[in-house]
């Protein structure tokens, strides 16, 4: 299907564990991003991508790790969960600025971590 | 760097009422603004979008979204609201990158 599919859509994990969000779009944007959201702070960008192999840090990127090898795919890695991380993660991607700068986002993943 | 600040936390207003969600942004640089809308556990769909041009902008669901440059802000509103417009509402700018507000919670009321 056309679009942006995260996956899992829930995950439950334990302290310590490396766990990975997987992020799939099918429209050969340039630019993705990962997004949490949590109560009381909105969405907050973890990781973007420009293009592959283009990465740079959001605004709490602590934590995590990402990739883009792929066009059409952009991995957010927790490598040692902690409680903290417990969040809705939401993935996007954008032609870019210059294009059509809006976001489209995928149904998120609701990640627990106990 | 961009902000973006929506002034209210949360808003509630009867089945029919008119509506008005707050937001500012500041930023020194060429402006792209956006009211994204949330439905209970889904991801965000895009309401308007302003990039340039005439400041009153048009969105889905009846929505639409004045840019004022003086003010800097970009309210969103809707004359008339129907139960199924509860949600969270987003707004965001772009630069580099896709900057939100806290988000506003609309609570219609029958």
């Known amino acids: 299907d056309a679009g942006i599919t995260q996956s899992p859509r829930y995950k439950i994990t334990e302290t310590g564990r490396q766990v990975t969000l997987m992020c799939h779009q099918t429209?050969?944007?340039?630019?993705m991003f990962w997004y949490r959201q949590d109560l009381g702070h909105g969405l907050r960008l973890i990781y973007y991508?420009?293009?592959?192999?283009?990465?740079d840090k959001g605004e709490v990127p602590d934590g995590y790790v990402v990739s883009r090898s792929k066009t059409e795919n952009f991995p957010l890695t927790l490598e040692s969960a902690t409680r903290s991380q417990t969040s809705v993660y939401f993935c996007?991607?954008?032609?870019?600025?210059?294009?059509?700068?809006?976001?489209?986002f995928g149904q998120g993943t609701r990640l627990t971590v106990v | 760097a961009q902000s973006v600040t929506q002034l209210d936390s949360q808003v509630p207003v009867f089945e029919e009422a008119p509506v008005e969600l707050r937001c500012n942004y500041s930023?020194?640089?060429?402006?792209?603004l956006f009211w994204y809308v949330q439905y209970p556990n889904q991801g965000l769909q895009l309401l308007l979008k302003?990039?340039?041009?005439?400041?009153l902008v048009k969105g889905i669901n009846g929505f639409e979204a004045e840019f004022n440059k003086s003010q800097t802000s970009f309210h969103l509103r809707k004359p008339s609201v129907h139960i199924s417009d509860t949600a969270e509402y987003f707004c965001?700018?772009?630069?580099?990158?896709?900057?939100f507000g806290g988000g506003t919670r609309l609570m219609v009321k029958p």
């Open positions: 965001a700018g772009a630069g580099n990158m896709l900057t």
């Open positions: 996007a991607s954008s032609p870019g600025q210059h294009l059509s700068p809006e976001a489209f």
């Open positions: 991508s420009a293009a592959a192999d283009i990465t």
């Open positions: 930023s020194s640089v060429s402006v792209y």
């Open positions: 302003y990039l340039s041009g005439s400041t």
């Open positions: 429209w050969s944007h340039s630019y």
